[in-house]
């Protein structure tokens, strides 16, 4: 997958939204052309203007491809000065982009597997773009969401529009209490219904799902969010520790098999 | 602009325009085939390569600070070996001048390590790292002495007959003075500067960012500094110079041909721009045309007054 075309694009702003405080939604149109193939799972590399403090672009999952409105969905979490700077952008606004970039999550060969898509935080972006890409193949996904609250859980109602949802929240706020691995959900999935699980949120809990995964014997995949600067495969800053040794995850992940994991 | 001459020549190493890629922040050219002709590139640095592969330093090996990165990757490569066996048949095939970056943690290794490369026929010289901050062993251990630096030289020198381009580091009380103990041992050239020693500190967690504590500075931050001794080493020896440190644009790049650079490398910026290198190239070749000179090699050393 990573012998896909690479572009560098200038998209404009088409919609930005708040859907939580905190956090933005960038919904990018190119006016010229179509946008290129791109796959769940995989990320592209914003520039981010008119930051003093903000040297390199940020690596940013893919969230969504509306392929009939030409637009490519960004969520975006505030964290630091980078990615304050993209939740100030305005419509019309022209945003650089390096993309697609990295390998996605494994798409189904046939409509007998069943995917598990478990999120937390604002991991959950790549896997709304996964699930549609499952439904568009006939299988309906099961998506597994957490937040620390019911306030931090992001783009429910898409969710539900693609798929099963199931949520765990910390506090209890919403769905059950508790991390996603706690989840009852989990009695039913095993391997003899030919499950798959793919994950993306904060390093421990996709450990922790790795793990449950790994006790189950079902296949898990999970998206990798190391430090990076290129986003190509060319500075090796970005390196996980695998059993094939230090490999780029921006270029070789950020989706990786968990069994080449060290966790 | 078909009169304008952007050739020049690194010894005997005749490049098509001056601009090169920097080791390590363009793979091995091919990752950037997408985003531009890599033809249109005077020259493409290959990274850092060893005799013996090496895993490099642990993550994070990255912090972004202002203007510029930090980096400790620690050469991480497969070893000369696998670069001869499965990476020279690509890299061969584009049409422009590919070296390789050469490291080693004795004036041996490196010696052998040149040796091996000496023997592929579509690899016209060798940029010999004895400036990488970020290795315990060897690295910028050799280049930040005099001594340190002709030891290394001489064993390679002896061992490679082609272009040998020696990259020094500027993490040293007198730049000039490694420049003529490497001139004095047969380089061909020099390019400066390697990254400064620098350090970050998350101040919440009240520890580095990097695994190693340290690391290696890049990006326009450094450029003044860069310039400034490519400026200086321009004076204190007659072999040529390969300047890098900082450039994003073609201006950067005229700048340090002016202070003395026979040829620029670009690094940091490869990452901020994909395409950065051909704009380089193109924007030279404006500003030539725009002072109305015919020659790119007209700018090298023409800030200096007294010459």
Request: aromatic share 6%; net charge negative; glycine share 10%.
């Amino acid at each position: 997958m990573d012998k896909m075309k690479k572009y560098i694009l200038d998209l404009v702003v088409r919609h930005i939204t708040q859907p939580r405080p905190g956090y933005v939604l960038l919904q990018l149109t190119d006016p010229e052309r179509p946008l290129p193939a791109m796959l769940p799972g995989q990320f592209v590399e914003v520039r981010v203007d008119g930051s003093p403090t903000t040297f390199l672009r940020r690596p940013i999952s893919i969230n969504f491809v509306d392929r009939e409105a030409n637009e490519l969905w960004l969520l975006v979490h505030a964290v630091g000065d980078g990615t304050r700077a993209l939740a100030q952008l305005q419509e019309g606004a022209v945003v650089n982009i390096v993309a697609p970039l990295g390998n996605g999550f494994t798409l189904p060969t046939t409509t007998s597997e069943r995917y598990l898509l478990v999120g937390g935080g604002v991991g959950t972006a790549p896997l709304l773009y996964m699930g549609q890409e499952l439904l568009s193949r006939g299988c309906r996904p099961v998506f597994l969401l957490g937040a620390r609250s019911a306030q931090d859980l992001l783009q429910l109602e898409l969710f539900r529009a693609i798929g099963d949802v199931y949520v765990t929240t910390e506090d209890g706020s919403e769905g059950e209490r508790g991390f996603v691995t706690q989840h009852s959900l989990w009695a039913d999935v095993d391997a003899t219904q030919q499950w798959r699980i793919c994950t993306c949120g904060p390093k421990p809990m996709m450990v922790a799902v790795s793990r449950l995964a790994r006790e189950k014997g079902l296949p898990c995949e999970a998206s990798l969010e190391n430090l990076m600067a290129c986003g190509l495969g060319a500075c090796l800053c970005c390196v996980e520790d695998t059993t094939e040794g230090h490999v780029c995850v921006c270029k070789e992940g950020p989706v990786f098999n968990v069994e080449k994991l060290k966790w | 602009m078909e009169n304008i001459d952007l050739g020049t020549n690194i010894g005997s190493l005749a490049l098509k325009n001056p601009v090169m890629t920097a080791s390590g922040t363009f793979g091995y050219g091919l990752e950037f085939a997408d985003f531009v002709d890599l033809s249109r590139i005077g020259g493409i640095i290959v990274k850092g390569t060893t005799l013996e592969p090496r895993q490099g330093n642990a993550y994070p090996r990255m912090a972004e600070t202002a203007q510029g990165m930090l980096n400790c990757v620690g050469l991480q490569n497969k070893g000369v070996d696998y670069f001869c066996e499965h990476i020279y048949p690509e890299v061969r095939k584009i049409d422009t001048a590919v070296l390789v970056n050469v490291s080693g943690n004795s004036p041996e290794t490196y010696a052998e390590c040149a040796r091996r490369i000496a023997e592929l026929e579509d690899i016209p010289a060798i940029e010999l790292n004895i400036s990488c901050p970020n290795v315990k062993q060897g690295g910028m251990a050799f280049g930040v002495t005099c001594e340190g630096a002709a030891s290394v030289v001489k064993a390679v020198r002896a061992a490679y007959p082609k272009t040998l381009i020696v990259k020094l580091s500027p993490n040293v009380t007198s730049i000039a003075d490694i420049a003529r103990a490497v001139e004095a041992e047969g380089a061909d050239a020099v390019s400066l500067i390697n990254t400064l020693m620098g350090m970050a500190i998350d101040a919440e967690k009240r520890r580095p960012i990097l695994s190693i504590g340290t690391g290696g500075l890049s990006g326009p931050a450094v450029k003044p500094v860069a310039l400034r001794m490519v400026w200086q080493v321009y004076d204190a020896v007659k072999i040529p110079i390969v300047g890098l440190g900082g450039i994003m644009n073609a201006t950067d790049a005229v700048e340090f041909m002016l202070a003395g650079a026979t040829a620029v490398e670009i690094g940091t910026a490869n990452f901020i721009d994909p395409a950065v290198t051909v704009k380089v190239v193109e924007g030279i070749a404006d500003y030539l045309q725009r002072h109305g000179m015919t020659s790119v090699r007209e700018l090298i050393g023409a800030a200096h007054l007294d010459r």
